[in-house]
């Protein structure tokens, strides 16, 4: 099986990066969709309104989250992932370590990382800080338009967050 490792350095604190990671409220907002967490050791959790699921294997808050990751789609049953918060001077980086991807999945679940989980919580975060010059509502629609993957096979993170932005357009 495969494995992705990733960095990605944000603009928040560590607590900061820790409750996008955590609260399902705040994961609700940088996903688009309706999130069940609960932050304890065995706890299930789901995102992406049930589309990928798993359980908590490892609590050290505003450091390290380990979860397994089981996208409804996947064969692959032992896919775990690692989240670790290192503050960087006012950022936080986190490094991420997903172990055993689906071969056939690896891209998409690569790409759903980088733009539609991390990436996502990335652009929550920054665009809250307090520092930040505010951005029109036409920019910033046409940013998250530009963002807006085009049509492709249905995979991944990126898959989830588009069939749930089309089941809230419908409601």
């Known amino acids: 099986m495969k494995k992705i490792k990733q ?7 560590p607590a900061e990066v820790w409750r996008a990671l955590t609260d399902p409220k705040l994961i609700a907002e940088w996903s688009g969709a309706d999130a069940k967490f609960v932050l ?7 995102l992406w309104d049930g589309s990928f ?3 908590i294997v490892e609590v050290a808050p505003n450091k390290k989250l380990v979860q397994t990751w089981q996208p409804d789609y996947w064969e692959t049953e032992d896919s775990v992932v690692t989240f670790t918060l290192t503050p960087v001077g006012g ?5 991420l370590l997903h172990t055993n991807v689906e071969a056939s999945d ?4 690569r790409e759903g990382w980088e733009l539609y989980y991390l990436g996502a919580i990335k652009q929550m975060l920054e665009e809250r800080a307090p520092n930040k010059k505010p ?4 920019l910033a629609k046409k940013t998250k338009a530009a963002k807006k ?12 967050q588009k069939k749930n932005s089309k089941t809230k357009s419908r409601r």
């Open 91 to 95: 950022k936080t980086r986190v490094d």
């Open 135 to 138: 951005v029109s509502a036409k």
């Open 40 to 46: 304890k050791v065995g706890a299930e959790y789901a």
């Open 7 to 13: 960095s990605h350095l944000i603009a928040a604190s």
């Open 149 to 160: 993957p085009v049509a492709k096979k249905s995979t991944s993170i990126k898959s989830a």
């Open 53 to 55: 699921c798993g359980k």
């Open 106 to 109: 690896y891209a998409g679940t």
